[in-house]
Nanobody, 120 residues
């Protein structure tokens, strides 16, 4: 079983940057795809980005492409978020899946989430 812990959320002004981290306890990410999802109030959880740990292949939602960067560093998966917009405000979750998937249903393990708030 993989336990995931997110960190790095907070409050930032529009145009600013935040860096989220996802760490695994008890196990490593070596056989997984690690994805970031977000969920705003009264909206469905949506795919943000994912990285295949084995070879570093990355995937992005169109809404964040060019602004967000997912990377693997040591035993963590980071999400660098630049040029943040108020519509990026949500709870951000990292999750682990055996294969790349943009659907949250394909992910077996989830972190507790971290709040990102972008003020206008």
């Amino acid at each position: 079983q993989v336990q995931l812990v997110e960190s790095g959320g907070g409050l930032v002004q529009a145009g600013g940057s935040l860096r989220l981290s996802c760490a695994a306890s008890r196990r490593t990410f070596s056989n997984y795809v690690i994805g970031w999802f977000r969920q705003a109030p009264e909206k469905e959880r949506e795919f943000v980005a994912a990285i295949r740990w084995s070879d570093g292949t990355t995937y992005y939602a169109d809404s964040v492409k060019g602004r967000f960067t997912i990377s693997r560093i040591n035993a963590k998966v980071d999400l660098q978020m630049n040029s943040l917009k108020p519509e990026d405000t949500a709870v951000y979750y990292c999750a682990a899946a055996p294969f790349i998937n943009r659907n949250s249903g394909g992910y077996d393990y989830w972190g507790q989430g971290t709040q990102v708030t972008v003020s206008s």
